[in-house]
T-cell receptor, first 111, second 114 residues
Framework: DAKTTQPNSMESNEEEPVHLPCNHS???????IHWYRQLPSQGPEYVIH???SNVNNRMASLAIAEDRKSSTLILHRATLRDAAVYYC????????????FGTGTSLTVIP | GAGVSQSPSNKVTEKGKDVELRCDPI?????LYWYRQSLGQGLEFLIY????????KSGLPSDRFSAERTGGSVSTLTIQRTQQEDSAVYLC????????????FGPGTRLTVL
């Protein structure tokens, strides 16, 4: 399974965009990129996922590099409720979709 | 609708005792996953079920760990002869099927082994 590398922590000012990077240089052609976030004392929650093309949903956007070796989660306007640990996860289609989490990026939002 | 529920929410046990952790998935979800999160660590995949079958048990840390799922619904994770290193939050997730789709996580069971 492809490993992911993320910065340990990042800070953002409230109402500004946030770009959370993730490197996954060993990704294979059938691997999907998922982002989940975990608020304190809660289980992770889904943010977004994609394969090759950039993806948008009501929570965020996912920008995937052309070679797929990296991706960026974009929160368009950070709020205090977005303070969480963000995990970039790679899963392989056809293997049950088990997630192998890295250590994630702890996002602090400054009022 | 109801989300994934887990019980107990907290469990304190003595080293060497057996514990059972329960997960109730979202109704209609055929896939169920177990993870654990040790203090200050990321989440570690343990095992998943598609229906009542667990195709890959290699993520279980040792033979003291076992899991079962009955009726395609409730799952139980059993840890025998608990050790202090088993202390962690055990998280369960479910999804419509064991493929590329959203996993819904429960609140977890915090296990403390004294």
């Amino acid at each position: 399974d492809a490993k992911t590398t993320q910065p340990n922590s990042m800070e953002s000012n409230e109402e500004e965009p946030v770009h959370l990077p993730c490197n996954h240089s060993t990704i294979s052609g059938t691997d999907y990129i998922h982002w989940y976030r975990q608020l304190p004392s809660q289980g992770p929650e889904y943010v977004i996922h994609g394969l090759t093309s950039n993806v948008n949903n009501r929570m965020a956007s996912l920008a995937i590099a052309e070679d797929r070796k990296s991706s960026t989660l974009i929160l368009h306007r950070a709020t205090l409720r977005d303070a969480a640990v963000y995990y970039c996860i790679i899963s392989t289609a056809g293997t049950g979709n088990q997630f192998y989490f890295g250590t994630g990026t702890s996002l602090t939002v400054i009022p | 609708g109801a989300g994934v529920s887990q019980s107990p929410s907290n469990k304190v046990t003595e080293k060497g005792k057996d514990v059972e952790l329960r997960c109730d998935p979202i109704s209609g979800h055929t896939a169920l996953y177990w993870y654990r999160q040790s203090l200050g660590q990321g989440l570690e995949f343990l095992i998943y079920f598609q229906g009542n079958s667990a195709p890959d048990k290699s993520g279980l840390p040792s033979d003291r760990f076992s899991a079962e799922r009955t009726g395609g619904s409730v799952s139980t994770l059993t840890i025998q002869r608990t050790q202090q290193e088993d202390s962690a939050v055990y998280l369960c997730a479910s999804s419509f099927y064991a493929g590329i789709n959203e996993q819904f996580f429960g609140p977890g069971t915090r296990l403390t082994v004294l």
